[in-house]
């Protein structure tokens, strides 16, 4: 059946809604029903996943509502008492909760707007007083801290079986504001866009566009702006300790900025590189110990599943004993990105990429497209050499120098990305993602068996509670260690599939230099 059609218009003030309605009284027989007032607040994660997946979350009426764009139910509506959705696992059982698992994972909601609409319905009635058609007026208010100004609309909705009432009413708006689309996903973007936001005005992915002709030093300073825009937007929530997301986002903006500065070695002054290197070496190593205890955190379901049932009470001791530890670290990294040193070096930082006084230093860099192809080549060539030198027999660390090694040619991929044509940029990319994750798996489960190694051996013998950790914590040594194994035959197809010569012949087409790859 096809569906009926409805339109939006938003009006220019509120006193146009009593003109329209005015307007329609004295054409049609109008039936005005009293106004309804209703408060919605839209939740999403930081980094709006829900939305980037065309889902709604919002709360209205003490329910907990997930919608398509156009504001269709997906699930039923959950029940609440008022309070902030938080993760998706604090939830009921629902199918709302399983819909919003695999798409938040570990982020949890955070309000992204809220507002009250207060709607009036009219109802076209025709000669025999049947409903022909149906409008909405609509006066949506945002706290702006400013003027309460409210956002009018009007929404007209077919009856079936009425299409040319329908047709005379559209003409009849053509008169009144503007169009806009009759939707949910409208109604969010008005309440933003009047504190100056949109949806996904936050990503955690790196985006900067560079021209091939730019200085070197202009280049980098737009990505270290970038990225410290990153680190700023996601140090409250690192604060508030609102998910572990936040400190992650962090630090990736952070190891980030430090291979640029170890990669784009020319751009910079030599005294401000040797400084931040030091600098920023000091954040990655304040920021480490809970996201370390985060990522264990995060592996308890998946830890549980490698047990047998009496084995998981020794295992609850554990993350017990995990979450007090990061609840102390986590103390200290507020007071570390409280402290006056945190603070002046974010400052000085910031001031030294916003500063204009560069001109001589930027005339004796090069240009940012012939310092981007060496830089990429050279990284790409040593991940070749590095990746062909490992045989059955290489010690386990060779794996893991090679991992470091192709974080850095992503990072530079990433970096210089805006200066190559995006559909190979992206294949490059996704080629080489799949070696990482082979590599990233396998050091995960490196650390993972040297933590609880050193765990295991820290314990007091002779409690009860010690022997059911260590019953459990030696399960899980041997499941990591029979995983880690498989992982590492797996890495010669990987590999094999990233030195493919279709592969190498695209790295020399886009980056070519003087110097050729060993084949």
């Known amino acids: 059946?096809?569906?009926?059609?409805?339109?939006?218009?938003?009006?220019?003030?509120?006193?146009?809604?009593?003109?329209?309605?005015?307007?329609?009284?004295?054409?049609?027989?109008?039936?005005?029903?009293?106004?309804?007032?209703?408060?919605?607040?839209?939740?999403?994660?930081?980094?709006?996943?829900?939305?980037?997946?065309?889902?709604?979350?919002?709360?209205?009426?003490?329910?907990?509502?997930?919608?398509?764009?156009?504001?269709?139910?997906?699930?039923?509506?959950?029940?609440?008492?008022?309070?902030?959705?938080?993760?998706?696992?604090?939830?009921?059982?629902?199918?709302l909760k399983q819909k919003l698992a695999p798409v938040l994972e570990m982020r949890t909601l955070l309000l992204q707007s809220s507002f009250s609409q207060t709607t009036r319905q009219l109802r076209i009635l025709n000669k025999d007083e049947k409903t022909v058609a149906t409008l909405i007026l609509s006066e949506l208010r945002v706290e702006t801290g400013e003027s309460d100004q409210p956002i009018c609309s009007v929404q007209l909705h077919q009856v079936r079986g009425y299409e040319k009432w329908f047709q005379r009413l559209e003409q009849d708006l053509e008169a009144f504001g503007s169009p806009q689309p009759c939707t949910k996903e409208q109604d969010l973007k008005t309440a933003l866009a009047a504190k100056g936001r949109s949806p996904q005005d936050y990503s955690s992915k790196f985006s900067v566009t560079l021209k091939s002709d730019m200085a070197a030093l202009t280049a980098a300073k737009s990505i270290y702006r970038d990225l410290l825009g990153t680190m700023q937007k996601n140090e409250q929530g690192i604060l508030d300790d609102l998910d572990s997301e936040f400190l992650h986002d962090f630090r990736v903006a952070i190891r980030r900025t430090r291979s640029g500065l170890d990669m784009i070695k020319k751009a910079l002054e030599p005294k401000i590189s040797a400084r931040f290197k030091e600098e920023f070496r000091y954040l990655g190593k304040i920021t480490g110990p809970v996201r370390d205890l985060d990522v264990y955190l995060l592996m308890e379901e998946d830890y549980k599943a490698m047990l047998p049932d009496h084995l998981q009470k020794g295992l609850h001791y554990f993350f017990e004993d995990l979450a007090e530890q990061r609840k102390k670290e986590q103390e200290k990294l507020v007071q570390a990105l409280q402290s006056s040193q945190y603070k002046t070096i974010i400052k000085d930082w910031e001031k030294y990429l916003r500063q204009k006084k560069n001109t001589e230093a930027t005339e004796k860099t090069p240009v940012i497209g012939i310092m981007a192809k060496k830089i990429i080549r050279k990284r790409f060539e040593r991940v070749l050499r590095d990746?062909?030198?490992?045989?059955?027999?290489?010690?386990?660390?060779?794996?893991?120098?090679?991992?470091?090694?192709?974080?850095?040619?992503?990072?530079?991929?990433?970096?210089?990305?805006?200066?190559?044509?995006?559909?190979?940029?992206?294949?490059?990319?996704?080629?080489?993602?799949?070696?990482?994750?082979?590599?990233?798996?396998?050091?995960?489960?490196?650390?993972?068996?040297?933590?609880?190694?050193?765990?295991?051996?820290?314990?007091?013998?002779g409690s009860g509670k010690a022997k059911k950790m260590g019953a459990a914590i030696g399960g899980l040594l041997t499941n990591l260690y029979h995983e880690q194994q498989q992982v590492r035959t797996e890495f010669e197809a990987a590999f094999r599939c990233f030195s493919s010569q279709e592969n190498i012949s695209l790295y020399e087409n886009l980056f070519a230099t003087e110097q050729k790859p060993n084949r």
Request: charged share 20%; hydrophobic share 35%.
């Open 1 to 95: 059946m096809k569906p009926l059609a409805q339109l939006s218009r938003q009006l220019p003030a509120p006193a146009t809604l009593q003109e329209l309605a005015d307007e329609l009284g004295k054409k049609y027989t109008v039936q005005d029903a009293p106004a309804q007032t209703t408060t919605l607040h839209f939740y999403d994660s930081f980094d709006w996943r829900l939305y980037s997946n065309a889902l709604l979350c919002f709360e209205q009426n003490n329910g907990l509502h997930l919608t398509d764009p156009v504001g269709r139910d997906l699930v039923p509506s959950l029940p609440i008492s008022g309070e902030a959705p938080g993760f998706y696992w604090q939830l009921p059982d629902s199918a």
């Open 387 to 461: 990746g062909r030198a490992i045989d059955t027999d290489s010690p386990d660390e060779s794996l893991h120098r090679l991992r470091i090694q192709g974080k850095k040619l992503r990072y530079c991929l990433e970096f210089f990305s805006s200066l190559y044509p995006p559909k190979e940029m992206k294949r490059l990319i996704k080629q080489l993602k799949n070696l990482q994750n082979n590599l990233g798996l396998f050091n995960d489960l490196s650390v993972q068996q040297d933590m609880l190694n050193n765990y295991l051996a820290s314990l007091k013998p």
